[in-house]
């Protein structure tokens, strides 16, 4: 296991398509987040696994948008009805996290799947 | 809520050179400060990452540095290469309840001029 890897790498969809992207995160790693960036900004937040709970959800994440980790190990994000304002890089990034640790853990990320909705 | 800036949006120098990349968050209360580079069209690499308790992080020619109290980090790159060419991005956590979600600032758009 070399890294955090997502499928597929681009996407082009038509309005109105619903698409599912999957992240694979590091093979030890009991987090997983999904993040989403814009042309020319930095990434952000949209919600988080650990194992398979879904812990929170951004408000970024509006209804069309859903994710689930099934068995604690790879990730999909399903958006619903696309709109053109969903075109951006979608991130996926593991970590292992511990709760006895005072400090944050560090976040790997995949290659991202870029999403263009014509 | 927690803000990260970084200036300039875009900055060129010649190959060889020292550069400075700033980095400022609104809020002290962080638990890290991770430093990343992108490469256009791609994901994000992890450079550096500083516990709060830290003051700075070297890998090779990369020196990172946060200071709490005035809400700034700086990453350092020595002897700057035509392959250190891409947008560099700096992320903040801070824990909320256990959710550890990195909030970034926009980058720095960096080119190295052969």
Redesign the interface.
């Known amino acids: 296991d070399t890294g955090v890897s997502?499928d597929p790498r681009h996407k082009i969809t038509k309005r109105g398509q619903n698409v599912t992207f999957r992240c694979d995160p590091i093979s030890e790693h009991n987090?997983l987040?999904w993040?989403r960036q814009t042309l020319?900004?930095?990434?952000?937040?949209l919600t988080?696994f650990?194992n398979e709970a879904q812990?929170?959800k951004s408000r970024l994440l509006s209804d069309r948008f859903s994710a689930e980790r099934p068995k604690g190990s790879f990730s999909t994000l399903e958006i619903q009805r696309t709109e053109q304002g969903d075109s951006a890089m979608y991130?996926c990034?593991s970590?292992h996290?511990a709760?006895w640790r005072s400090?944050?853990?560090?976040?790997?990320?995949?290659?991202?799947t870029?999403l263009t909705v014509l | 809520k927690q803000e990260?800036t970084q200036i300039p949006a875009a900055l060129s120098v010649p190959e060889g050179e020292n550069l400075v990349l700033n980095c400022s968050f609104t809020d002290s209360a962080i638990?890290?400060l991770?430093w990343?580079r992108q490469d256009p069209?791609?994901?994000?690499?992890?450079l550096l990452?500083i516990?709060?308790?830290q003051r700075e992080q070297t890998s090779g020619r990369l020196n990172a540095s946060l200071d709490k109290s005035s809400g700034r980090s700086t990453l350092y790159i020595a002897a700057s290469q035509p392959g250190d060419s891409a947008t560099y991005?700096c992320?903040v956590?801070i824990?909320n309840f256990?959710?550890?979600?990195?909030?970034?600032?926009?980058?720095t758009r960096l080119t190295i001029i052969p």
């Open positions: 997502q987090r987040y993040y020319g900004q930095g990434p952000e937040f988080y650990q812990l929170e991130l990034a970590s996290y709760s400090f944050a853990n560090e976040q790997f990320f995949g290659p991202g870029r | 990260v638990y890290n991770q990343f069209g791609k994901g994000l690499t992890s990452l516990q709060s308790s991005l992320a956590i824990s256990g959710n550890e979600k990195l909030t970034f600032g926009t980058g």
